[in-house]
């Protein structure tokens, strides 16, 4: 097989299993959609903080990737109010007590972004060598599996509906595909972004867990509450931490 057909294969698959995880969330009774909320605050974080800013800062130049990360926490807070300005100029008469999909299309904007990039690091991956692709796919796929679930909690936390959640993952899914064909051709012009994407990539995850989830957590300030949040939080954390060294421990 070609290294395209490669590509192809790896992003298709990739993109099927994502779906297929975020699919797990259809089952979930309703009660526990807002205790998985901090669940998908610790995978955000520790994907940000423990895969995706690493990353920025071993292959770009660290004040660039500061700078990207810095100025996609602007991006979003302002993509966040022009959100707000247009709800509250069209709804003025309504009061309604959820996000009205504020952190929801701040998530599939951020993870297609992500989902693009990881398309492109599948390509570069398989031009250097198929078992490297391999691995590298595995790897990704291994990593959006607890991510592409928190993703769906957060989308029905933010007012949508399953169906509506389940297709958004899917759409945002064939961004795999798009980065990896796209960076099998242009690769060259493409990577020399990819640190500053993927800053932009770390700000979303950052900020919608800092500014639009944890403040919902607040609301529920109870010892028994507090301690439930804080242990599911670090389970988020400990799951991408998990993932990262038993991927290590295949190289």
């Known amino acids: 097989m070609t290294s395209l057909g490669w590509i192809i294969a790896a992003s298709f698959a990739g993109g099927v299993v994502s779906v297929g ?26 994907a940000a903080f423990l895969e995706v800013i690493p990353h920025a800062f ?19 807070f302002l993509l966040e109010k022009l959100l707000l300005w247009r709800h509250s100029h069209d709804h003025d008469e309504h009061s309604h007590t959820h996000d009205h999909g504020r952190s929801g299309a701040l998530i599939v904007v951020g993870d297609t972004i992500h989902n693009f990039l990881d398309g492109i690091l599948i390509a570069a991956a398989f031009l250097q060598s198929t078992q490297l692709g391999i ?35 899917m759409l945002s899914s064939c961004a795999t595909l798009v980065g990896g064909v796209l ?4 690769l060259q012009v493409i990577a020399g972004w990819t640190p500053i994407l993927l ?9 919608v867990a800092v500014a639009d989830l944890i403040p919902g957590l607040h609301r529920r ?30 190289h």
């Open 58 to 76: 071993e292959n770009g130049d660290p004040h660039a990737v500061a700078m990207s990360i810095l100025g996609g926490i602007l991006i979003f």
């Open 21 to 46: 995880a975020a699919a797990l969330a259809l089952f979930l009774r309703a009660a526990w959609i807002s205790r998985l909320v901090s669940f998908a605050i610790g995978a955000l974080l520790g």
């Open 183 to 186: 960076g099998y051709f242009s």
């Open 221 to 250: 300030p109870e010892l028994r509450a507090t301690l439930s949040q804080t242990v599911l939080i670090g389970l988020g954390i400990g799951v991408i931490a998990l993932v990262r060294v038993l991927l290590e421990g295949l």
């Open 135 to 169: 691995i590298t796919a595995l790897a990704i796929v291994a990593h959006e599996i607890p991510q592409e679930v928190g993703d769906f909690v957060i989308l029905l936390n933010s007012g949508y509906s399953k169906l509506k959640a389940f297709v958004l993952n």
């Open 199 to 207: 800053g932009i990539v770390a700000a979303s995850m950052i900020y």
